[in-house]
């Protein structure tokens, strides 16, 4: 709930519920879904300092052992809060992260997810000039995942980068 309200622009309500989700699993859940909760809340939370701290509580939990799914979800929404910080290094490292997680057993979801913020965090969001057939490529990618929510960065870097 709180990703989506997060998702339709309804900020302070996302933050609501995905406080509540963070304290829900913190109680009883912390590796079945605690690292997702922390880097969806750290995305939606509008604090830089706070969602790194969350993010660095959620890697402490996949570090403990943590379901697949976080593993997963933790690393794009940590990659999507770092976008926003511009801290290209972050970027890569989480979407090195999340290569070395799939390595063994690639998931298309996980590859496109991989190739947008290799390409963003290369490009540095567009800064950076000669990155655009990387930038294409990632584009490409995500339209026929037909994963929509992660045109935008895209569409924006390469107008910045052409």
């Known amino acids: 709930l709180g990703l989506a309200l997060h ?76 976008l926003e910080a511009r801290d290209w290094v972050g970027v890569a490292r989480h979407a090195e992260a999340l290569a070395l ?10 590859e496109v997810v991989i190739a947008r913020a290799r390409a963003l965090a290369a490009a540095r969001g567009g800064a950076r000039r000669g990155h655009d057939a990387a ?4 584009l490409a990618r995500v339209q026929a995942a037909g994963f929509v929510a992660l045109e935008p960065r895209l569409l924006q870097a390469l107008a910045r980068a052409g």
């Open 7 to 82: 998702g339709v622009g309804e900020p302070a309500r996302a933050r609501d519920a995905l406080e509540v989700a963070v304290e829900r699993s913190r109680e009883s859940t912390p590796t079945y879904c605690g690292a997702w909760a922390l880097a969806s809340l750290a995305l939606a939370c509008g604090d830089e300092a706070r969602g790194r701290e969350l993010l660095a509580e959620g890697e402490a939990l996949l570090a403990r052992g943590s379901v697949s799914h976080n593993h997963l979800e933790f690393r794009m929404q940590a990659a999507e809060f770092l």
């Open 101 to 110: 997680y799939t390595r063994d057993e690639p998931l298309p979801w996980a």
């Open 135 to 138: 930038l294409r490529d990632a």
